[in-house]
């Protein structure tokens, strides 16, 4: 499939995984050939070059794309620009599935007509598909100029130094934020090796950070205005402290301890490393929300057994059974996918089963997409489309009638929310605890980042609708 706009064709026939991403190593910076007539050709222009930052994809893209503003600034480069201002593109990509990629894809033939306008402009690319596809990309998209790997970006930050020195003076001091959320990446990489997923291939074995770091740079961003952080892995429950050991209640434990911090979340725990430990440090600590992200794919142990998660459906329900006896008001989400291959309707039936019999407060669907390089791309994805979707929108409706449900029980209740923001109509909106997206009545004397406990009045799916009965605290 080709997609083609004037001047340019981009082919979307690529390498299937690139020599990094079979061997689970790091890429090095690929960039145009010096010789390349395409190599940026960069006028002093008497001022910091301006870069335009766009993302997609899963929280730790979030991380990532923080961890690359913070790295710009410290060579004297200016972050999150807009794009009609900016003199660099870097996107940052994500190729878990097949629609990730091709929105990508779309965003790069938006952008060939802006570099070419301006003598100078170059565009960057890391992420998940830069690792993927590694130097093919550079062949396949002719105004791409840097593939880069975000876990180690030494090397294009280098260069930048090097292409715009005539305009760097030094680090530049980061801006108030204005956020109340932040998420910190405490591990990269994924062990696993679910026959589905690409994750262990771009962003290789799994690695933790010291818990004095994460904790340092948690206390940064409270000290800048953060009210609520999310520590983020692919298994994020698999988290070991590099130097003595310790575990992610550990970390948790650290963390909570971090003054002026309201709210601490864990993003995302693997079902054979939900302990009790763990369940005890969400019950214990106070900073530590009752929400617990557990993804189980299906709900058929054949399923589970192609898929390799490691885990029979009874040994899921045991977890889930433990973490609600111990976690009072507990919300549960998980991920399934649809339609992986071979799925049988014997097999559908027992996730959809699962769904009613655990009634989970969120759950994120998704129909398979098979990604090259991975072991279930050997085999046939032999369910059609339309029987996906079909499949799809089911589980979607049977989801909703859950949710419904659970969040009719709370009518009357008291919810703590942390204020997010002002909606068009002039109610403020936030989040629970337990990450329920909740609507304040009337207008309210408080401010962003305050938390106010309030009565639930309305109920639906996908959000409540509350009285503050308290007024905010700091």
Not at 123 to 138: D, F, K, N, R, S
Request: proline letters at 5%; a negative charge.
């Amino acid at each position: 499939m080709d997609h083609a706009y004037p001047g340019t064709v981009i082919s979307m026939t690529l390498a299937k995984l690139s020599a990094q991403a079979r061997t689970f190593a790091v890429l090095p910076l690929i960039e145009t050939p010096r010789h390349d007539t395409r190599l940026p050709i960069v006028p002093s222009r008497g001022r910091p070059p301006r870069v335009h930052l766009w993302h997609i994809g899963c929280q730790m893209n979030d991380a990532d794309r923080e961890m690359i503003a913070e790295r710009l600034r410290e060579i004297g480069c200016l972050p999150e620009c807009s794009l009609e201002d900016a003199d660099l593109v870097i996107l940052i990509t994500c190729t878990v599935r097949q629609n990730a990629e091709q929105k990508v894809y779309g965003k790069f033939r938006e952008l060939t007509p802006w570099k070419r306008e301006r003598e100078g402009r170059a565009i960057a690319m890391t992420g998940c598909m830069a690792v993927e596809h590694g130097e093919q990309l550079l062949r396949t998209l002719p105004d791409l100029d840097y593939v880069f790997d975000v876990r180690d970006a030494d090397g294009f930050f280098e260069r930048l130094q090097q292409t715009y020195s005539i305009d760097l003076d030094g680090p530049l001091p980061a801006p108030p934020s204005d956020r109340i959320s932040a998420y910190v990446s405490v591990m990269g990489g994924c062990n696993e090796m679910c026959t589905y997923c690409i994750v262990p291939f771009v962003r290789g074995r799994e690695s933790s950070r010291r818990v004095e770091d994460i904790v340092e740079q948690v206390r940064r961003l409270v000290d800048s205005g953060v009210r609520e952080v999310t520590l983020l892995g692919q298994n994020v429950n698999s988290y070991m402290d590099p130097a003595d050991g310790r575990r992610l209640w550990h970390l948790l434990e650290a963390v909570d301890q971090v003054p002026g911090l309201a709210r601490l979340r864990f993003l995302t725990s693997h079902p054979r490393n939900a302990t009790r430990e763990l369940f005890a440090a969400m019950r214990d600590l106070p900073t530590v929300c009752e929400a617990l992200h557990l993804p189980v794919q299906a709900g058929h142990d054949d399923l589970l057994r192609r898929m390799r998660r490691v885990y029979t459906v009874a040994e899921y329900r045991e977890r889930i059974a433990e973490a609600r006896e111990m976690i009072p008001d507990l919300s549960l989400s998980t991920d399934i996918i649809v339609g992986f291959a071979g799925e049988t309707p014997d097999e559908f039936a027992g996730t959809r089963a699962l769904l009613e019999e655990v009634g989970f407060d969120v759950v994120h669907l998704q129909a398979y997409s098979v990604r090259p390089g991975t072991a279930a791309a050997r085999r046939p994805d032999d369910i059609p489309t339309d029987e996906k979707k079909r499949r799809l929108n089911e589980l979607l409706a049977l989801q909703k009638e859950c949710a419904g449900r659970i969040n009719a029980r709370l009518l009357g209740e008291k919810v703590e929310v942390l204020l997010e923001g002002r909606g068009e109509d002039g109610r403020m909106y936030g989040r629970s605890r337990q990450n329920r997206m909740v609507w304040c009545e009337g207008t309210l004397q408080a401010s962003v980042g305050d938390i106010v406990a309030a009565t639930v009045t309305g109920t639906s799916a996908w959000q409540l609708e509350a009285r503050v009965e308290e007024s905010a605290s700091a």
